[in-house]
């Protein structure tokens, strides 16, 4: 790990002053996204703007890696498409391609949605995601 300084990328006047091309950012960014799914099975979890710098050269810079993962050669094959997918604009395609990854259809979405607002306590409170794991949850399976 190293310490890295730059210019956070949605800061847009900054850039603009610093002679940045912000098409080439673009192309920059969409290219380190993409090779660290697609060639180097891994993600970062969390690249929302904040964590993103613009560097000399127009490098872009992440930061904060509390929330990474790695890919399974399957889930590569499977981006892969969706990327196809969705650079010819495949709507309906990109939809089975999700729905393909594991992503509910429409109906069983609809299903889920209907029990959770029925599930809701008598207070009006929110129920729980089934899904989200607690800090037991967690621990049992670590």
């Known amino acids: 790990m190293e310490r890295i300084q730059g210019i956070k990328i949605y800061g847009i006047a900054a850039l603009d002053a610093a002679g940045y091309d912000r098409h080439q950012i673009a192309l920059n960014s969409a290219h380190i996204i993409m090779k660290e799914l697609l060639k180097d099975a891994f993600f970062h979890a969390d690249p929302h703007p904040g964590n993103l710098v613009v560097m000399p050269g127009t490098v872009i810079g992440a930061m904060d ?3 990474v993962g790695d890919l399974s050669d399957r889930d590569r094959r499977d981006l892969t498409h969706l990327f196809i997918l969705a650079m010819t604009q495949d709507t309906d395609g990109i939809v089975k391609q999700f729905i393909r990854m594991g992503a509910p259809s429409r109906t069983e979405r609809r299903g889920a949605d209907v029990k959770e607002l029925t599930c ?11 899904h989200r794991k607690t800090g037991a949850a967690k621990e049992s399976e670590g």
């Open 65 to 67: 890696f509390g929330k």
């Open 120 to 130: 809701a306590d008598a207070d009006g409170g929110i129920p729980e995601d089934p």
